[in-house]
């Protein structure tokens, strides 16, 4: 099930990072995050997953060689909406949560984005850069996009060779997966 929920995040992170022009900067504006794929309806509190609420904590992919992240997310319901609190050593983030249902029965079937979290670092496609096309500057993207399945949340925090980025600093896995307590 994990090998499945990594491969589901993985294939939304390559269907939805296109970056083009909407994450170029611009003055006075925060771009959301470019993880977020595609052919998503936002759902209401009366539609969403019924047991999304509750504490979730990293742990580490069986053959992931790095060290578990301390994070953990809270998500719980207050005034009709869906709250969250991300807590990493030496922060604490607040924000809502924005729930995601797919049009397509064949994907995600549910995603959530824990607004208003600031991205560590973006440096778009970096596959082409060199003496001739320097790098673009770009804002950084704001929202966490995590793939939703069966009480796990996972979400890539590192890009690639060809997409360099980085979500959270304070943590080193590429891949973050985070299972609900009991």
Sequence with gaps: MKALLIS????????CCNMGASAQKQPAKQSKSPLR???VKKMGVKQTLPAIEGTYKAIVVPGDESQPCKLTV????????????LTTPGKV???AVTLFKSDDPKQFTCMITLEGI??????GDISKVDDEHPAKEYEL???????FINNELAFQNDGNAMNSYTVLAECDQ????LVKQK
């Excluded at 809270?74 to 609190?85: A, Q």
């Design 118 to 123: 600031q991205w560590a670092s973006y440096e």
């Design 174 to 177: 590429k891949f973050v997966h």
């Design 37 to 39: 794929p595609s052919g």
């Design 8 to 15: 589901v995040v993985v294939a939304a992170v390559s269907l």
């Design 141 to 147: 993207p704001v929202d966490i996009t995590m793939g």
């Design 93 to 95: 983030r607040r924000g």
């Design 74 to 85: 809270v998500i719980y319901k207050k005034n009709n909406k869906y709250r969250y609190i």
